[in-house]
């Protein structure tokens, strides 16, 4: 049988899972678009239908949640069930409705508000592969990301220091503490660059030009890091999708309809496109006929 993954999904209706990522992006497209009054004033009834269908749908998505996870095994049902609620996804889960019903019960509707109903985008990490293989790559390379922010404070704590040596006796506003001086270090280094606040001794500039360059290559070091985290995860994705069409072809050199079926619920899994998963299966399935051939020669 195919090696157990250790990334599964929701048993839910694939027609499904694309109904609740465009109801996530349609009602949070209405939320952005409710705060501009010339599109709030024509179309509020619009809107607000929007808004409370998709209410609707996450309070009923949230109550299913709930009973589903006091159906799993473990613990008693109730320790289950609150473990969910208690949970990220299942706080995500709750802020998705509960700010709007706040509002529709006449609380005025506030920037804070606002946010919470936003934080309904975060749902889409659930319905979407791509979400999963990011968090799962986070969690992978959590070590060498912990290890190049704590090199970035470092960085930031210095060149804060120094650019407040240079130049809080001439700029005694906006370098004349170390907290002030973090603002343009923080700018400096991730060359962002507002030029709001710039040093303006020789000295100044030519220790600003030096964190410039530092900069560049650190902001560069986590994207990196992800980036060969994401290479790698693919690759270890694939070889894992070979192997196990290698355990289903091994016995007679043929993939049943039930093993291409069982092989296509693993691509889906794994995230890995028909294209590529037919070629490995082609490739497989090549090599087993060749070890046959030879072995009844």
Not at 110 to 130: D, E, H, N, V
Not at 279 to 291: A, D, T, Y
């Amino acid at each position: 049988m195919p090696a157990a993954h250790t990334h599964t999904r929701d048993k839910f209706p694939k027609k499904l899972y694309r109904f609740m990522i465009a109801m996530i992006v349609i009602s949070s497209v209405a939320l952005v678009l409710n705060t501009e009054p010339d599109i709030s004033g024509r179309f509020h009834a619009i809107l607000n239908a929007v808004e409370a269908m998709a209410c609707l749908l996450f309070i009923t998505e949230y109550l299913f949640r709930i009973w589903k996870a006091g159906s799993r095994r473990g613990s008693t049902a109730w320790k289950r069930r609150m473990r969910y609620i208690l949970s990220l996804m299942g706080v995500v889960d709750l802020l998705s409705f509960l700010p709007s019903l706040v509002i529709m019960a006449g609380v005025p509707t506030t920037p804070l508000l606002l946010t919470m109903q936003l934080l309904r985008l975060i749902k889409l990490a659930r319905y979407s592969l791509a979400f999963k293989l990011l968090a799962e790559v986070l969690r992978n390379e959590a070590e060498s990301l912990l290890v190049s922010f704590v090199l970035m404070l470092i960085i930031l704590v210095f060149a804060s220091v120094g650019i407040y040596t240079f130049e809080h006796n001439v700029q005694p506003l906006a370098f004349g503490s170390i907290p002030s001086a973090m603002w343009w270090a923080i700018v400096t280094l991730t060359t962002v660059g507002y030029g709001d606040v710039t040093p303006v001794t020789v000295e100044g500039k030519i220790f600003a030009t030096l964190i410039t360059l530092v900069g560049v290559g650190l902001v560069s070091l986590p994207a990196g890091i992800i980036a060969s985290g994401f290479t790698e995860q693919l690759r270890m994705r694939r070889e894992q999708f070979q192997s196990e069409v290698e355990e289903l072809i091994q016995d007679d050199g043929r993939l049943s309809r039930e093993d291409m079926g069982q092989l296509e619920r693993d691509r889906q899994e794994l995230g890995i496109n028909k294209g590529k998963a037919r070629l490995i299966i082609r490739q497989v399935s090549q090599r087993e006929k060749r070890r046959h051939r030879r072995e009844r020669q």
